[in-house]
């Protein structure tokens, strides 16, 4: 299974923009690249996912290396409420490739 | 939350007995999953399901058991519960696009 690599720990100030990095150098050309958030003493929550192109939704934007090796998740503007812990994974849709594999994922502190 | 629900919230119990702790969804998808939530771990998929009657292992399976005889439920058994298992549990499911939907988990505590 393709694995992800991203820091323990990032900070950021509040109003400015963030950029959570994930490396995936073993990607297959079938896994989808998914990030979710978990704040605390909550399930994690999807935020957004892509196969090859940047995705943008109301929660974040998803920027992809042209080679699919790293992914950037952009945060416009932090807030206080965007302090969690952010998980990028990568899945395989084909059948029988339906698990999803996180890794400890990067802690975001926001600071005010 | 998606649908999801999780029993029970909290359960303390005692080394060697049985635990089922229950997952049900209201969302009629294919696919749910057990993980377990540890300090420095992460979340780590313990098993998972395509279908009724149909579940396979994931990363950390030895010591758990699951069962899925109707498609809105998905039980996961401690058979003989030990301190090892005292973890948060979170029960999810994918829906059509492959998003993962979590439950609220469950705090598990094995004396």
């Known amino acids: 299974d393709a694995k992800t690599t991203q820091p323990n720990s990032m900070e950021s100030n509040e109003e400015e923009p963030v950029h959570l990095p994930c490396n995936h150098s073993?990607?297959?050309?079938?896994?989808?690249i998914h990030w979710y958030r978990q704040l605390p003493s909550q399930g994690p929550e999807y935020v957004i996912h892509?196969?090859?192109s940047n995705v943008n939704n109301r929660m974040a934007s998803l920027a992809i290396a042209e080679d699919r090796k790293s992914s950037t998740l952009i945060l416009h503007r932090a807030t206080l409420r965007d302090a969690a812990v952010y998980y990028c994974i990568l899945r395989d849709p084909r059948e029988g490739g339906n698990q999803f594999y996180f890794g400890t994922g990067t802690s975001l502190t926001v600071i005010p | 939350d998606a649908g999801i629900t999780q029993s029970p919230r909290h359960k303390v119990t005692e080394t060697g007995t049985p635990v089922t702790l229950r997952c049900h969804q209201t969302?009629?998808?294919?696919?749910m999953y057990w993980y377990r939530q540890d300090p420095g771990h992460g979340l780590r998929l313990i098993h998972y399901?395509?279908?009724?009657?149909?579940?396979d292992k994931g990363e950390v399976s030895d010591g758990y058991s699951v069962s899925r005889s109707k498609t809105e439920d998905f039980l996961l058994t401690l058979e003989s519960a030990t301190s090892s298992q005292t973890s948060v549990y979170f029960c999810a499911i994918s829906d059509f696009e492959g998003k993962l939907f979590f439950g609220s988990g469950t705090q598990l505590s094995v004396l």
């Open positions: 073993t990607i297959s050309g079938t896994d989808y």
């Open positions: 892509g196969l090859t």
């Open positions: 399901s395509y279908g009724v009657k149909d579940t």
């Open positions: 969302e009629n998808h294919r696919y």
